[in-house]
T-cell receptor, first 113, second 114 residues
Framework: QQQVKQSPQSLIVQKGGISIINCAYENTAFDYFPWYQQFPGKGPALLIAIRPDVSEKKEGRFTISFNKSAKQFSLHIMDSQPGDSATYFC????????????FGIGTKLQVIP | GAVVSQHPSRVICKSGTSVKIECRSLDFQATTMFWYRQFPKQSLMLMATSNEGSKATYEQGVEKDKFLINHASLTLSTLTVTSAHPEDSSFYICSGGGQGDTQYFGPGTRLTVL
C-alpha cells in the first residue's frame, strides 16, 4: 500500500518556468511533510518541509502548498534552472524525533535551456 | 542541518562474501538511525530501524539474518550484508536526525555483487 502518492513521475520544464509536483497521503496521523532532492549517486538532501497547521511555506524559489482537508501537498519550483534537474521526493513522517520517513515514488525533473 | 556520513561510498565484492557499511552521525547523537535501500530509478524503501544498544527492527520481507545491523554507539550504526549475491546489488542509504523532526540522509553506498 503506497501511503504517499506522487505525480508526475517525470517532468520536463523549460528554464525559467514553474515546476509543479503533487503528492497525496492517506494516513492522517502524519504531521511532518519534507521534500527531498536527490542527484544521481547521492543521498537525498532536505529541500523544504511543512507541518499541517500551515497552508504554505516558501523558501527562496521553492514553495510548498498544503491542503489538509484534501490530504494533498505540492512543491512549486519558480524560475526553474538547469541545476534544479534532479529527482524530487515528497515524504511524510511523524514529528517528535527519531521517526522513519515514508517516501513518494519520486519525480525526475529535467529543466531544459 | 545535521551531517551523516557513510563508508565506503562504493564497494564491489564477489558473490558469497560479506560487506560492512558504516553510517556515522557527525554532529549529533542518534539513538535511532534508519537503513534504506534504493534500486535504480526507484524510491527509497525502509529496510530496518537501528536502535542503539538493542536489536534492530526489520521491515516485513527483509531478512534479518542476511542484513545484520549493529548500533554500537550513539554515532555509529553498521549494516553487514552477509553472503552477498548479485540480487543484493543496490544503493544503501542511512539516515539519522536526533531529536528533531527532520531525518538527514547519508551520501549512500553503492554495492555491486559480482
Amino acid at each position: 500500500q503506497q501511503q504517499v502518492k506522487q505525480s508526475p513521475q517525470s517532468l520536463i520544464v523549460q528554464k525559467g518556468g514553474i515546476s509543479i509536483i503533487n503528492c497525496a497521503y492517506e494516513n492522517t496521523a502524519f504531521d511532518y511533510f519534507p521534500w527531498y532532492q536527490q542527484f544521481p549517486g547521492k543521498g537525498p538532501a532536505l529541500l523544504i518541509a511543512i507541518r499541517p497547521d500551515v497552508s504554505e511555506k516558501k523558501e527562496g524559489r521553492f514553495t510548498i502548498s498544503f491542503n489538509k482537508s484534501a490530504k494533498q501537498f505540492s512543491l512549486h519550483i519558480m524560475d526553474s534552472q538547469p541545476g534544479d534537474s534532479a529527482t524530487y521526493f515528497c515524504a511524510a513522517s511523524y514529528s517528535g524525533g527519531y521517526q522513519k520517513v515514508t517516501f513518494g515514488i519520486g519525480t525526475k525533473l529535467q529543466v531544459i535551456p | 542541518g545535521a551531517v551523516v556520513s557513510q563508508h565506503p561510498s562504493r564497494v564491489i565484492c564477489k558473490s558469497g562474501t560479506s560487506v560492512k557499511i558504516e553510517c556515522r552521525s557527525l554532529d549529533f547523537q542518534a539513538t535511532t538511525m534508519f537503513w534504506y535501500r534504493q534500486f535504480p530509478k526507484q524510491s527509497l524503501m525502509l529496510m530496518a530501524t537501528s536502535n542503539e544498544g538493542s536489536k534492530a527492527t526489520y521491515e516485513q520481507g527483509v531478512e534479518k539474518d542476511k542484513f545484520l545491523i549493529n548500533h554500537a554507539s550513539l554515532t555509529l550504526s553498521t549494516l553487514t550484508v552477509t553472503s552477498a549475491h548479485p540480487e543484493d546489488s543496490s544503493f544503501y542509504i542511512c539516515s539519522g536526525g536526533g531529536q528533531g523532526d527532520t531525518q538527514y540522509f547519508g551520501p549512500g553506498t553503492r554495492l555491486t555483487v559480482l
